[in-house]
Nanobody
């Protein structure tokens, strides 16, 4: 079993920044992909960013609309991933979820159904 706990959400004005954290426990395989999704009220859950191991390097993936403003990183020693969010916009408002895939990276990483475990989510609210 895997447990994921997010933190760092809050309220911020447009243009501000937040840093989300997600700590994993239980199965702690540093090669397992980990990522972030978000869900706005009345909308489906959407992919934000992920970090995974490809060969001998660590790779990242981002939703194209967010690349440049959001940065995902990983600290293996603490089994923690982070999401640095800059230049926040009101449309970034939603619940942000951490997730992990047990095993190999999936080419369909943008689909929530490909991810095996989820955290409880942390609320991010951006006001204009």
């Amino acid at each position: 079993q895997v447990q994921l706990v997010e933190s760092g959400g809050g309220s911020v004005q447009a243009g501000g920044s937040l840093r989300l954290s997600c700590v994993g426990s239980g199965r702690t395989v540093t090669s397992d992909p980990m990522g972030w999704f978000r869900q706005a009220p009345g909308k489906t859950r959407e992919f934000v960013a992920a970090i995974y191991r490809g060969g001998n390097s660590r790779n990242t993936a981002y939703a194209s609309s967010l690349k440049g403003r959001f940065t995902i990183s990983r600290e293996n020693a603490n089994n923690t991933i982070y999401l640095q969010m800059n230049s926040l916009k009101p449309e970034d408002t939603g619940v942000y979820y951490c997730a992990t895939i047990v095993g190999a990276w999936s080419d369909s990483y943008f689909r929530p159904s490909q991810w095996d475990y989820w955290g409880q989510g942390t609320q991010v609210t951006v006001s204009s």
